[in-house]
């Protein structure tokens, strides 16, 4: 099976072109949300938790940013087939870029208070949706979600380890050449911990403006891994 795990502030449907896309050609898929956990303050380890409650060992686990790495832990802990991480964000070790910071710590006062919250446009835009219109992108902030601050606090200070001597799968890791939150030469850092593939394709990190070209370069990964 395929499952697919969302970002921070994304929500499930995202995936709904992949799922189709894959599961016409055959392929089972499944769509996780993070906010099942329904907890205020929830911590990376409990979205963790969930996702590895959700995934058997021969399937294959797909993430973008916060997705990708659990993508990472999930790989670690678990004897998943493949792990496929689309603009993910780093593990400990492997820093966001310093302007990225610099733009969010202007919601250090929301992570005290430890209420949810989501980035406002003005950063969205910036950061997430630069390679896309300006309605679209508007469209798009609307539909985020308030995610845990406690999440987006050891996330952004680079507290999730990942020992890469413990993935024996293997790690398939994309970028986009335009992402301002995950940009390539920081991807290519986490695809060589883990001595992964490494794609990169036009477009920012709001990837799914180009699912269908990142779908081929997916079912080409698992194609020549030879397990389906």
Same mark, same amino acid.
Request: aromatic residues 12%.
């Given at each position: ?52 409650g959700n995934v ?18 999930? +790989? ?23 302007? +990225? ?35 679209? +992108? ?11 601050s406690k999440v ?56 799914i403006e180009k699912?269908?070209?990142? +779908? ?13």
């Open positions: 099976m395929l499952v697919f795990v969302h970002g921070m502030w994304s929500y499930p449907e995202i995936w709904e072109p992949f799922v189709k896309y894959f599961e016409d050609r055959g392929f089972k898929c499944k769509s996780m949300d993070l906010q099942e956990i329904n907890k205020i303050n929830a911590s990376f380890y409990d979205y963790l938790e969930l996702v590895k058997r060992k021969g399937d294959i686990v797909i993430g973008h940013s916060l997705g990708g790495l659990l993508v990472q832990k999930i +790989a670690e802990e678990k004897g998943i087939k493949a792990g496929i991480a689309i603009s993910s964000a780093p593990p400990k070790g492997i820093k966001f870029g310093k302007k +990225a910071m610099l733009a969010s710590l202007k919601y250090f006062p929301k992570i005290i208070s430890k209420k949810p919250f989501k980035p406002d446009f003005s950063f969205a835009r910036k950061y997430i949706f630069n390679c896309i219109d300006e309605e679209k +992108a508007r469209k798009a902030h609307e539909k985020m979600r308030n995610d845990s987006a606090y050891e996330v952004a200070m680079n507290k999730i380890a990942v020992d890469e001597k413990k993935i024996k799968c293997p790690m398939l890791f994309i970028a986009m050449k335009d992402d301002r939150l995950s940009p390539p030469d920081m991807v290519k850092k986490i695809a060589d911990k883990y001595g992964g593939k490494l794609l990169i394709y036009e477009g920012c990190h709001w990837f699912w269908d070209e990142i +779908a081929d370069g997916i079912e080409d990964f698992i194609l020549d891994l030879k397990i389906y």
